[in-house]
């Protein structure tokens, strides 16, 4: 069965540092890969996804991702965070074969230290 | 832009009360979901539905029934209510046709059970 891991429970960075959350992936087919982002008392927001495709996506606010076929993941960076980034970050997936089923991560909470 | 509408924002209730959550989306999208968020375990998928009168079972389904009544509108209902249902609930939409697993969430549902 598909699932996926985000093995960082807690990510404490300061402001303008680098930045990488982990998501690693189970899945034998063909995913389709999403980060969402959870900002304090709001609902969750997508900030990228991944098709098929170019295996560097783009999201909103700096943020990219990278898939990686031969080691199941899905990372996400940003070159500089900023304050205005502290929030739960879900990694989720869902497959080719039954897209309206997706799986999500147990989040990464990210902490930014001024 | 995606729309998703849930009601009440915060419910308080006893142990053995009769609770429904409700959500609305002005998207015309033909899946609609409920999720629950724990800590420790992410989003959990309670149900789900591809259209009106349709209902499907997710991952986390006992104690809890649902019912789609309209393309729009999608009702969770806990008519026994016990402590380990207290959460927070969240309602989502997707349109497998254009957005490949990708979800829109609504704000949220606090639901204390005492």
């Known amino acids: 069965a598909q699932s996926v891991t985000q093995p960082d429970a807690r990510v404490t960075v300061s402001e303008g540092a680098s930045l990488q959350l982990r998501c690693k992936y189970s899945?034998?087919?063909?995913?389709?890969l999403f980060w969402y982002v959870q900002y304090p008392r709001q609902g969750l927001q997508l900030l990228l996804k991944?098709?098929?495709?170019?295996?560097v996506v783009q999201g909103v606010n700096g943020f990219e991702a990278e898939f990686s076929k031969s080691n199941s993941s899905f990372h996400l960076r940003k070159a500089s965070v900023h304050w205005s980034d502290w929030a739960v970050y879900f990694c989720?997936?869902?497959?080719?074969?039954?897209?309206?089923?997706?799986?999500f991560g147990k989040g990464t909470h990210l902490h930014v230290l001024p | 832009e995606a729309a998703v509408t849930q009601s009440p924002r915060n419910k308080v209730t006893v142990t053995g009360g009769n609770v429904t959550l409700s959500c609305r989306q002005t998207?015309?999208?033909?899946?609609m979901y409920w999720y629950r968020q724990d800590t420790g375990h992410g989003l959990r998928l309670i149900h789900y539905?591809?259209?009106?009168?349709?209902?499907q079972i997710g991952d986390v389904p006992d104690g809890y029934k649902a019912t789609r009544t309209t393309q729009e509108d999608f009702f969770l209902l806990l008519e026994l209510a016990s402590p380990s249902q207290t959460s927070l609930y969240f309602c989502?939409?997707?349109?497998?046709?254009?957005?490949?697993?990708?979800?829109?969430f609504g704000e949220g549902s606090k639901l204390t059970v005492l």
């Open positions: 899945y034998f087919g063909t995913p389709y």
């Open positions: 989720a997936v869902s497959m080719d074969t039954n897209a309206y089923k997706v799986i």
């Open positions: 989502a939409s997707s349109d497998l046709d254009r957005n490949t697993g990708q979800l829109y």
């Open positions: 991944y098709y098929p495709g170019d295996p």
């Open positions: 539905s591809y259209g009106a009168g349709n209902l």
């Open positions: 998207n015309s999208h033909n899946y």
